[in-house]
């Protein structure tokens, strides 16, 4: 099928049972279309056709196409509604139009088109060295780990696994007395890392550590040990859409069960704990293989407004009892 409008060809793949872009005429779009209005609904219409997988910042084409053209234009996204029908130059109808054919042929996630990613109402810089922020974690912090911990209690944080180092960085921001240690095992992500706690000028309270979780952290203990380590399985990894592979496997992948980084951590946690310190770790999909691994442990599976599960919480005093 054609659509001389969209510039199209689609045609059926009777293996998938799924419609896929065979070809795609950028050329005809740059040359016709040239207000922002024309490009987010030309760009709709192309992610409408595809089966583009929506899961790194959005849930729905309409919000990925803006995200793509606004950063491609510089402007934010509450810019005035009376610039949508702004022209563009030949420069920027280009690269929109590469930017929105690259996220449909290449499966790229528009964040690493963009170079960012929003957690806690906060940007940060990402690319394929790192996971793209997307935990319900970033509810929690907003509400300061309330009830559970208390602002003026709480002075050391430990963000295992740190990524980007966005988790690191949100919790710095609402514990402005606190010191922060992001860890990670990964010399490569924490690079990134550094970019972002020197773009958020966090470099005297935010320390990026490379360390295997805890092996680097001699005796340091914390008053909140946060994670949102790798706890995808092997037979899920096989089964995630496409733009996920675009993602390091180092990230997401946490062996048979999706909980081989996880059971380490309640394995040591106790020991850098403070007395009263809690332990937060999100296990998404692995939720019920932990609780069947550990029937008895009382995890505390917190909840969220925003959407998103899988997360739980233990105090010090019971990961030291259930610690055997």
């Known amino acids: ?13 009777p293996c998938q049972e799924k419609q896929v872009i065979a070809k795609m005429n950028k ?27 929506f899961g790194h910042g959005t849930d729905n084409a309409l919000d990925e196409v803006f995200a793509l ?20 130059t030949l420069a920027e109808r280009t690269k929109i139009a590469a930017w929105i ?13 963009t170079h960012e990613a929003w957690f806690a109402h906060l940007p940060f810089y990402v690319d394929e060295r790192v996971l793209i922020p997307r935990s319900p974690l970033a509810e929690l912090i907003e509400a300061e780990f309330s009830p ?19 988790i690191a960085i949100a919790c710095a921001y609402v514990f402005a007395d606190a010191r922060v240690d992001a860890v990670d095992i990964s010399a ?43 706890y995808v399985s092997v037979a899920e990894m096989q089964e995630l859409p496409a733009e996920y592979r675009h993602e390091p496997s180092l990230g997401l992948e946490a062996g048979s069960e999706g909980l081989d980084i996880v059971e380490r951590i309640l394995r040591n946690a106790a020991v850098h704990l403070n007395d009263n310190g809690i332990l937060i770790v999100e296990v998404g999909n692995s939720q ?22 899988g997360v739980f919480l233990l105090t010090a005093e019971q990961l030291e009892r259930f610690r055997r």
């Open 1 to 13: 099928m054609y659509s001389e409008e969209q510039g199209v060809i689609l045609t059926h793949c």
């Open 27 to 53: 050329k005809q779009a740059v040359d016709e279309l040239h207000t922002i209005k024309d490009y987010i609904r030309w760009g709709f219409s192309q992610l409408n056709q595809t089966d583009i997988y």
């Open 69 to 88: 053209v606004l950063h491609a234009l510089h402007l934010p996204h509450d810019f005035p509604q009376d610039y949508l029908d702004s022209r563009l």
């Open 101 to 113: 054919e690259r996220r449909i042929k290449e499966r790229i996630p528009t964040a690493y088109l």
């Open 148 to 166: 559970w911990a208390e602002v003026d209690n709480v002075h050391r944080i430990l963000d295992l696994c740190t990524g980007s180092a966005c």
């Open 188 to 230: 490569e992500a924490l690079e990134v890392a550094r970019h972002n706690i020197e773009q958020h000028g966090m470099q005297e309270r935010v320390q990026a550590i490379e360390s295997d979780l805890f092996k680097q952290l001699g005796g340091q203990r914390y008053d909140i040990i946060v994670s949102n380590p790798p």
């Open 288 to 309: 019920a293989a932990l609780v069947r691994a550990y029937p008895d442990v009382p995890f505390l599976w917190l909840e969220f407004a925003r959407g998103g599960e």
